[in-house]
């Protein structure tokens, strides 16, 4: 597999205010192959609206939740599917 995930806007371990949760975003890049418009977002498996904002080699994918995030597990189940032109899919879990 040639996806490449990283750069996610809140780091591993970051422990932020959910008031300060605005966004989430994640860098998606392939160095072989192009990734497509079939990557987006999934929140306790459904999937959200995803804005995708072109980096070399890649997409930078943004999500932008319209509800508030709190409660006792400080976030939701976040799911970013990946694909790229060669048909290869990632599912990565934050």
């Not at 400080?74 to 790229?84: A, S």
């Amino acid at each position: 597999m040639t996806i490449l995930v990283g750069n996610f806007n809140i780091d591993l371990e970051e422990w932020i205010s959910t008031a300060e949760i605005t966004h989430f975003a994640v860098d998606v890049v392939d160095l072989s192959y192009a990734i497509t418009s079939g990557t987006y977002f999934l929140q306790d498996g459904v999937a959200v609206t995803t804005s995708l904002s072109g980096i070399p080699s890649g997409y930078r994918a943004y999500h932008y939740p319209t509800t508030t995030i709190s409660g006792p597990t400080m976030l939701r189940m976040t799911t970013l599917m990946c694909k790229n032109n060669r048909l290869n899919f990632c599912t990565v879990i934050m």
